[in-house]
Nanobody
Framework: VQLQASGGGLVQAGDYLRLSCAAS????????VGWFRQAPGKERDFVSG????????YYADSVKGRFTISRDNAKKTVYLQMNTLKPEDTAVYFC??????????????????WGQGTQVTVSS
């Protein structure tokens, strides 16, 4: 499985962005997918995740109510809608996927496949 994250950019506080994670490979619909982010000088943090069917989602407290994760298995794509962006959301965002996709995991080491990252910069 190969993952390609896109959709990042430079926006102002209060704006929105939608990130996409496009996958190749025939097994995408069996995978759970997570979004992680890493700011300069900080550790990589879990942001949100979705199980294989899309009926199970999980969010970090810092983004709950502002971000929404969804997936389209026919398009092999997971989306992260980010609303009301804040300067502290500035980071490189990575998508990752793991087999045994019935449950969302929040630890990066549990994910086997990673995309290359997309930069999100929110100015104040």
């Amino acid at each position: 499985v190969q993952l390609q994250a896109s959709g990042g950019g430079l926006v102002q506080a209060g704006d929105y962005l939608r990130l996409s994670c496009a996958a190749s490979g025939r097994t995408f619909s069996t995978l759970s997918v997570g979004w992680f982010r890493q700011a300069p000088g900080k550790e990589r943090d879990f942001v949100s995740g979705i199980n294989w069917s899309g009926d199970g989602t999980y969010y970090a407290d810092s983004v709950k109510g502002r971000f929404t994760i969804s997936r389209d298995n026919a398009k092999k794509t997971v989306y992260l809608q980010m609303n009301t962006l804040k300067p502290e959301d500035t980071a490189v965002y990575f998508c990752a996927a793991r087999a045994y996709g019935g449950h969302v995991r929040t630890t990066g080491t549990e994910y086997s496949y990673w995309g290359q990252g997309t930069q999100v910069t929110v100015s104040s």
